[in-house]
């Protein structure tokens, strides 16, 4: 039973700061691509950031390169993206995926397991 569960969602004002966790279950960790996606209203959901191979390797999305950064927790088997410097376009429901084996991938049919999501909302 693998299960992903973010938290660290909240009401924020632009240039503020949130830590989002993503926390995994039911997985071997490192065995996983460990994905951000997020999705706005009316809009499709987007890739974030992303790591590979224990954090070695890391991708991000234009939109938070500079901005954002994704690490592990290891002791709580999580996943974290710290994002500083808000912007009220950065207001979306954020999801936590993962996907088996080593490739990245962008899209999220490629994505085997999907959290509940959690809400950043960035005020002007």
């Known amino acids: 039973q693998v299960q992903l569960v973010e938290s660290g969602g909240g009401l924020v004002q632009a240039g503020g700061s949130l830590r989002l966790s993503c926390g995994a279950s039911g997985l071997t960790f490192d065995s996983y691509v460990m994905t951000w996606f997020r999705q706005a209203p009316g809009k499709e959901r987007e890739f974030v950031a992303a790591?590979?191979?224990?954090?070695?390797?890391?991708y991000y999305a234009d939109s938070v390169k500079g901005r954002s950064t994704i690490s592990r927790d290891n002791a709580n088997n999580a996943v974290v993206l710290q994002m500083n410097n808000l912007k009220p376009e950065d207001t979306a429901v954020y999801y936590c995926?993962?996907?088996?084996?080593?490739?990245?991938?962008?899209?999220?049919?490629?994505?085997?397991?999907w959290g509940q999501g959690t809400q950043v909302t960035v005020s002007s």
């Open positions: 995926a993962a996907r088996q084996g080593g490739i990245f991938y962008r899209t999220m049919a490629q994505y085997d397991y």
């Open positions: 790591h590979t191979w224990g954090g070695r390797v890391t």
